[in-house]
């Protein structure tokens, strides 16, 4: 394929990040968060203002009889909170639409962003806590990369790689053979091109191929790439590509990835998706009943 | 999980991974269901099996029988398939999460005298699994296909 940078420039209409989503990232990590800048972002935006009475008045963080105003929610909620709410609402937008190239749904991609973030951040609290958030919005938008081909190629996309697959050969092998590049790559590209933090690049670029302890390692990396495979095995907005992935050796050891644990992550991330839906006001087609 | 009667129903979930969706059907009385499950074990968290059952094959079968029992329908009558238990391609044969699922699914019905009419399990698709309650057919689609697993 020509160049990653000529692919997503000569794109018509490219995914775009809220330019407050930048400023926020930027912020992130920051234990001393200014409250008053989230505040500010939030107030102004009406769909972000819903969203943060609907949090701070759910099951999760409200208390039973008791309705709070928009002022009171920001300040239950408190920056780190807030600050993560947002990102949810404005990268989860991003990366919500249908994707014909993986052939996955707008609530598959929603899914799958949600419990990739969820779960990185859940393993971050145990690997690398001052991460933590960088963590999440690494795993919201690990995927990014095929809204990109979706533009570009459509539905055709899945079908040509599908011509390279193996039983052997992973989904990322096989969009090199046919297009040069993969999802990844193109998703780390992207997220340079939106001028976002290096590191949350090379964790999009590298989610799939994380490079083994030693020059050029990042935690980070190794992190997304198993909260993506913990993605895999609960189901959460899988397409064409299903669970043809493979887990890196090196990041079941350095994680100490038990079956025990890989189980209750997957727990968790349902249980921890569902609540993000719940307080979203998220709900389901009623054509048909859904068993999950 | 999701249980109906009434021919008109359709059920329906989406990207199945290395979660198994089991379907029942009763051709007498149009009681049909599905359930969901996305571990084999629910000692792993007792407290996530008591808010949702259905996450668990132990917790979630048995609730999946029960419900269909409570709207009329009889156990010699069911008609039960399977899908879904797929596994990435590689994960140092350690963790087997869906291989793990088929097994429990498998020991749960076998001691309960419960037979498979048919099933789609295993490899490394995602699979979206459909039950008509009008006639009891059961779709799987994966990689943009759509075959009938029952009837055979």
């Known amino acids: ?292 | 999980m999701v249980v109906l009667k009434g021919p008109a129903a359709e059920i329906v979930t989406h990207a199945l991974g290395s979660c198994i969706g089991v379907t029942i059907y009763d051709p007498t009385t149009h009681v049909g269901g599905m359930l969901h499950f996305m571990l084999p074990d629910s000692k792993i968290n007792s407290e996530k099996a008591t808010d949702n059952p259905a996450m668990f094959a132990d917790t979630g079968i048995p609730n999946l029988f029960k419900q269909a029992y409570e709207l009329g329908a009889t156990k010699e009558n069911l008609i039960v398939c399977a899908a879904g238990g797929a596994e990435v391609l590689s994960d140092g044969g350690h963790f087997k999460i869906g291989s793990r699922n088929r097994t429990v699914l498998r020991k749960i019905f076998w001691k309960n005298n419960v037979l498979l009419s048919a099933d789609d399990t295993g490899g490394n698709n995602s699979r979206t699994l459909h039950l008509s309650l009008a006639d009891g057919t059961v779709t799987v689609r994966h990689r943009g296909k759509g075959e009938v697993l029952w009837p055979i």
Not at chain 1, 174 to 188: L, P, S
Not at chain 1, 222 to 233: G, N, R
Not at chain 1, 258 to 263: D, L, M, Q
Not at chain 1, 266 to 274: H, S
């Open chain 1, 1 to 292: 394929m020509a160049d990653l940078n000529e692919l997503i420039s000569g794109l018509e209409s490219l995914p775009t990040l809220p330019s407050t989503s930048s400023r926020l990232i930027s912020m992130l990590g920051d234990r001393d968060v200014d409250m008053g800048e989230v505040s500010d972002i939030v107030r102004i935006d009406e769909a972000l203002s819903l969203t943060v009475l609907r949090y701070a008045n759910s099951a999760a963080y409200g208390t039973p009889g008791r309705e709070f105003n928009l002022r009171e929610s920001i300040v239950r909620l408190g920056s780190e909170t807030l600050l993560k709410i947002v990102l949810q609402l404005q990268v989860g937008q991003v990366v919500t639409r249908s994707c014909k190239a993986f052939d996955m749904s707008r609530e598959a991609m929603w899914r799958s962003a949600i419990g990739g973030a969820v779960a990185a951040e859940n393993l971050a609290r145990q690997h690398c806590e001052e991460d933590r958030d960088i963590c999440f919005v690494a795993g919201l938008l690990r995927d990014v990369g095929k809204l990109v081909l979706d533009q570009k190629f459509g539905e055709s996309y899945a079908e040509l790689v599908s011509q390279h697959l193996t039983p052997t050969t992973t989904f990322v092998d096989a969009e090199r053979q046919a297009f040069g590049t993969d999802h990844a790559e193109v998703g780390g590209a992207l997220c340079r091109h939106w001028q976002l933090p290096e590191r949350i690049a090379q964790a999009v670029q590298f989610h799939h191929c994380p490079a083994v302890p030693g020059e050029g390692h990042d935690t980070l990396v190794d992190v997304v790439h198993a909260a993506d495979i913990i993605s895999l095995w609960s189901g959460l907005g899988l397409g064409q590509d299903g669970l043809q992935y493979e887990l890196a050796p090196h990041v079941k050891t350095a994680l100490k990835l038990s079956r025990r644990k890989a189980e209750r992550e997957i727990a968790a991330m349902w249980a921890a998706v569902r609540s993000v839906e719940e307080a979203l006001g998220m709900s389901k087609g009623q054509s048909e009943r859904s068993a999950a």
